[in-house]
C-alpha cells in the first residue's frame, strides 16, 4: 500500500543502487560485468563519501527502500561504509549478491547489521556447471556454505536462479536444494538480451528458446502450486481466469506499468539515475543534477515512453512479463511487442490449459 501510494504520488520510495560492475565471476548472460581494464576505460568507481552523499539526497526525497547491487557489490571497497551509512539513515536495505565471498567474517557483519535480505543467486546445482556457466572455479560450495552461516545468524536470505542452456536440466534439483536449506526461492526462465555496459552482440546460445523457457517456467510453477490452498488444479484455473481481452485506450497513449520512473529507480556505478536497471533510458546525472533534480526530470522521461499498443490490449497481458526493457532489449523500442515474449507466454499458456484439462476430466468444447 505505502509502495502504491508513493506511484501515485510520483516519489522514490525505493532505488537501486549498482555499486560497481566488477565481479569475481564471469557469467556468460550478465549484462553489466566489466573487467578491471574495461572499467578503467569507461570510469572509475565512486567512493564511499560519493554514495553516501547521494544516499543523503535520497532520504530527503523520501527513499526507503534500497537494493544494493552490481556486478558484485561486496567487492566494493567501501561496501562496508556505504551499508552502514545506509542503515544509519534509517533506510531498508538489501543485498544482491552472487554468495561466494561469504564467510565466517562477512556473515557475522550482517548479523550485526542486519539486512532486510540477502538475495543470493545459485547458477547451478554442482562445482561443473559453475565453471562452465560462471567461469569460476570452486564456487558452487562456497554460496551453499555462504547460505548457512548467513541462515545461522538469523539473516534473512532469499535464492534466485537463471535458467539458461547450461542449467536448466537442474531447475528440479534448484528447487530441492531450496527446499533443502529452506529458504525462498524464485527462478527466473526468461533472460533480457541485453548486453548494457559491453556493447557486444548478443550471443543467442546464451538463452533458451522460448518454449524451452516456457516449459521451464511451467515446471516451477507446479512445484509452486503443491501445498496450496485448494491444491493445484485451482490456481492454474485462476491464472486462466486472468486471461481477457483489454479495452484499447482512448488516447492511444499505453504507459509502463511497472514502478520504474513512478516510485523506484536505480542508479549506475557511474552516478546515472535511470528507471530501472534494465532500461539504458532516460538517464539523468546524478553528480552534477543532485538526486531531486534528477528525479524530476526522470519521472517526466519515463511518463512519455509508450509501449506497444498489441501488449496494452493483449489477452495475457497480467500474465506475461513484457516490459518496456524488454521491448527494447528485443525490438529496440519500447514501443514494439517482444516476439520472443509473444511465444513465451503463448507457449506457457498452452501448457497451463492443456493441464488444466488433463487435471479436470474435460474435454474442449467445439
Known amino acids: 500500500m505505502l509502495v502504491d501510494r508513493a506511484a501515485g504520488m510520483h516519489l522514490p520510495i525505493a532505488c537501486t543502487l549498482e555499486l560497481t560492475p566488477l565481479c569475481n565471476f564471469n557469467c556468460r548472460m550478465c549484462y553489466v560485468r566489466l573487467s578491471g581494464e574495461e572499467l578503467r576505460g569507461r570510469g572509475r568507481l565512486l567512493s564511499g563519501s560519493e554514495w553516501l552523499r547521494i544516499a543523503e539526497q535520497m532520504k530527503t526525497a523520501g527513499v526507503l527502500f534500497v537494493l544494493l547491487t552490481g556486478g558484485e557489490p561486496l567487492t566494493h571497497p567501501d ?14 536495505v538489501s543485498v544482491n549478491t552472487n554468495g561466494s565471498l561469504i564467510d565466517e567474517e562477512w556473515a557475522d557483519f550482517f548479523g550485526e547489521n542486519r539486512p532486510r535480505r540477502v538475495n543470493i543467486t545459485l547458477y547451478g546445482a554442482n562445482e561443473e556447471t559453475y565453471e562452465k556457466l560462471c567461469r569460476a572455479k570452486g564456487q558452487f560450495d562456497k554460496v551453499l556454505r555462504g547460505i548457512k552461516l548467513l541462515k545461522e545468524r538469523g539473516v534473512a536470505v532469499k535464492m534466485s536462479g537463471s535458467l539458461v542452456p547450461e542449467n536448466e536440466a ?38 533458451l528458446s522460448p518454449e ?8 516451477i510453477l507446479l512445484r509452486e502450486c503443491k501445498g496450496a490452498p485448494g491444491g493445484t488444479l485451482l490456481q492454474l484455473e485462476r491464472m486462466l481466469a486472468l486471461v481477457r481481452p483489454h479495452e484499447p485506450a482512448a488516447d492511444g497513449h499505453y504507459p509502463m506499468r511497472c514502478r520504474a520512473g513512478r516510485s523506484a529507480a536505480a542508479v549506475s556505478w557511474q552516478g546515472k539515475m535511470r528507471p530501472c536497471v534494465m532500461l539504458p533510458y532516460p538517464e539523468e546525472d546524478v553528480l552534477s543534477d543532485g538526486f531531486g533534480n534528477a528525479w524530476r526530470k526522470l519521472t517526466e522521461a519515463a511518463a512519455a515512453i509508450n509501449t506497444a ?13 513484457v516490459c518496456a526493457a524488454a521491448a527494447l532489449a528485443e525490438e529496440g523500442a519500447c514501443d514494439k511487442a517482444p516476439g520472443y515474449l509473444c511465444r513465451y507466454t503463448r507457449h506457457y499458456m498452452d501448457r497451463i490449459r492443456k493441464n488444466v484439462k488433463e487435471m479436470s476430466g474435460h474435454e474442449d468444447k467445439p
Open 79 to 92: 561496501f562496508r561504509e556505504i551499508y552502514r551509512g545506509l542503515i544509519s539513515m534509517g533506510m531498508i
Open 212 to 219: 524451452a523457457a516456457a516449459d521451464r517456467r511451467f515446471e
Open 309 to 321: 499498443s498489441k501488449c496494452g490490449t493483449c489477452e495475457y497481458r497480467e500474465l506475461c512479463p
Open 170 to 207: 537442474q531447475t528440479g534439483v534448484l528447487l530441492d536444494i531450496s527446499e533443502r536449506l529452506d529458504v525462498p526461492v524464485n527462478i527466473t526462465a526468461y533472460m533480457y538480451p541485453v548486453t548494457r555496459e559491453r556493447g557486444r552482440a548478443y550471443d543467442e546460445a546464451a538463452r
